[in-house]
Nanobody, 124 residues
Framework: QVQLVESGGGLVQAGGSLRLSCAAS????????MGWFRQAPGKEREFVAA????????YYADPVKGRFTISRDNAKNTLYLQMNSLKPEDTAVYYC?????????????????WGQGTHVTVSS
């Protein structure tokens, strides 16, 4: 079992930056694939980014490539999402998630544990 708690959301103007954090409980954080997903009002939850156990491999959705960076600090049991050049269409609730097993980095159905989400609003 793992508990995930996101923080760092807020209101930012278009073109600005935010850094989201996800603190994980437990001693096996380094064994999980970690991901960020987001859900805008009236839309399905969608993949944003994922990172392998050791952090050596990262994966991004096309709309955020070149603007967002996912990283992790296994010593601190923490996942990050650095978001730059934010756009109004990035407005959503952002969730971190942990994958215990499975093979897909992109499918939300493969992730086993979820945080409660943090709101990001980008004004134009």
């Amino acid at each position: 079992q793992v508990q995930l708690v996101e923080s760092g959301g807020g209101l930012v103007q278009a073109g600005g930056s935010l850094r989201l954090s996800c603190a994980a409980s437990g001693r096996t954080f380094s064994s999980y694939v970690m991901g960020w997903f987001r859900q805008a009002p009236g839309k399905e939850r969608e993949f944003v980014a994922a990172i392998s156990w050791g952090g050596g491999s990262t994966y991004y959705a096309d709309p955020v490539k070149g603007r967002f960076t996912i990283s992790r600090d296994n010593a601190k049991n923490t996942l990050y999402l650095q978001m730059n050049s934010l756009k109004p269409e990035d407005t959503a609730v952002y969730y971190c998630a942990a994958r215990v097993r499975g093979s897909s980095y992109y499918s939300r159905l493969e992730y086993d544990y979820w945080g409660q989400g943090t709101h990001v609003t980008v004004s134009s």
